[in-house]
């Protein structure tokens, strides 16, 4: 195993599940996945793998046919994806967090209905909570469900969703009205079916096609155009309206150590690339790594991918051991991400005019480490909610 992004305290369970992915990253998805990539195609044989490695029931309890693992066990499990393409961890985390909510919220009968199949693939997740006129704003969400006798009609539009052609169940949010004072009271979470694919995949409900992006390619990124959609109150999440913003919020934290996790795979392969480049091309009669401008880069990127993910260790073990880490979270994700970003440049440098070329991988890299930079909040976002924890903690008394 490499020096970089080593965790101390792992059980053998967890060392050798790692020992697997990493395994599977090295054999099944570095060797593919530039070509998939700049083929904007679906990853379909890497992810009948993960399925096989059960990696979509990682966190899902062993009662709901899961493995029963740990959020460090499953970042850490993303860390290694995301080294080998970032765009198949994201296949994996949107489905988790549709996983975990309904894990933390989710009723009896909701969870003996959707788990067991989400543990096994069967059932894939999207997660909606974005809108064209929102970002961060959530309180401004426009798409609204109205009760119609033990039925709610849902009309509006969602964006950016992940998994959104390829899923059948997503935890859509939305805006009820039902007589809270706090905007915030008057969101609910919704379990919506659709078939998998373009088009019209249930009654009301669109997909229109994917969203051509920067990166983050082969995944599919989409809109969801709900016209009179029609669904059962049973399909509530967790059997109570009015929850719904508390309980996306739940997602989105661990959701921010995901991305974290993403960030530190993304900056630790670009490292590996860049180490590996500077030993080989030479200049001046010797390789560049021997060359102290790019020897000091290459021990600044090193330190870098090692803080990101000292960082994102300690909230994903925060949050399995039950106490509050949103500031943590917010840390680990601003931290990877703005790292991320840096050490992909450093070693973009390192291979001069080849990384710009196709070829090379680390191309790809300096596409999809921008989206580390907006994925479940922007930095800015997560300054704030760091900031406004710290002045409660260290309030004047």
């Not at 570095?30 to 070509?35: F, N």
């Not at 970032?86 to 949107?94: A, E, F, K, Q």
């Not at 989409?222 to 059997?239: C, P, Y």
């Not at 991918?305 to 500031?327: P, Y």
């Amino acid at each position: 195993m490499p020096r970089l992004c080593q965790t101390d305290g792992l059980t053998e369970d967890q060392t050798d599940i790692l020992k697997a992915v990493r395994q599977f990253v090295d054999e099944k998805i570095i060797p593919v996945a530039t070509e998939l990539e700049h083929a904007d195609e679906y990853p379909t044989e890497i992810v009948e793998g993960l399925k096989e490695l059960g990696i979509f029931g990682l966190m899902i309890p062993e009662e709901y046919d899961g493995l029963g693992e740990s959020l460090l066990t499953y970042a850490l499990c993303v860390e290694e994806i995301a080294r080998g393409w970032m765009s198949v961890s994201g296949v994996i985390n949107t489905h988790f967090i549709v996983a975990y909510m309904l894990m933390q919220h989710g009723t009896e009968e909701q969870k003996k209905k959707y788990l067991p199949r989400m543990a096994a693939g069967e059932v894939r997740g999207a997660f909606s909570m974005s809108e064209p006129g929102l970002g961060s704003d959530v309180s401004a969400i426009s798409t609204k469900a109205v009760k119609d006798g033990d039925d709610y009609v849902i009309n509006g539009q969602k964006m950016w969703l992940t998994n959104g052609g390829s899923s059948t169940l997503i935890a859509v949010l939305t805006r009820t009205d039902e007589g809270a004072e706090s905007v915030y009271r008057n969101m609910t979470t919704f379990l919506v079916e659709k078939e998998p694919g373009f088009g019209e995949t249930a009654p009301g409900l669109t997909i229109p096609g994917k969203i051509d992006k920067m990166g983050y390619k082969g995944v599919d990124t989409t809109e969801a155009v709900f016209d009179n959609h029609r669904i059962s109150a049973e399909q509530v999440l967790g059997g109570e309206p009015g929850k719904g913003f508390y309980q996306m919020m739940d997602g989105v934290e661990v959701g921010r150590v995901n991305v974290a996790a993403r960030a530190c795979g993304i900056a630790n392969r670009a490292f590996e690339l860049g180490i590996a480049y500077a030993q080989q091309r030479e200049t001046f009669g010797k390789p560049i790594a021997e060359h102290q401008a790019v020897l000091f880069r290459l021990a600044e990127m090193a330190t870098k991918v090692e803080t990101a993910h000292t960082m994102m260790v300690k909230a994903a073990r925060l949050k399995d051991s039950g106490q509050r880490m949103d500031v943590e979270a917010g840390m680990a994700k601003m931290l990877a991400s703005e790292y991320c970003n840096e050490v992909v440049e450093a070693s973009f440098r390192i291979h001069g005019g080849y990384g710009y070329s196709k070829e090379y991988e680390i191309e790809r890299l300096y596409r999809e480490s921008a989206f580390m930079l907006i994925g479940e909040g922007t930095s800015d976002i997560q300054k704030m909610i760091i900031g406004r924890s710290l002045l409660k903690d260290y309030a004047l008394r």
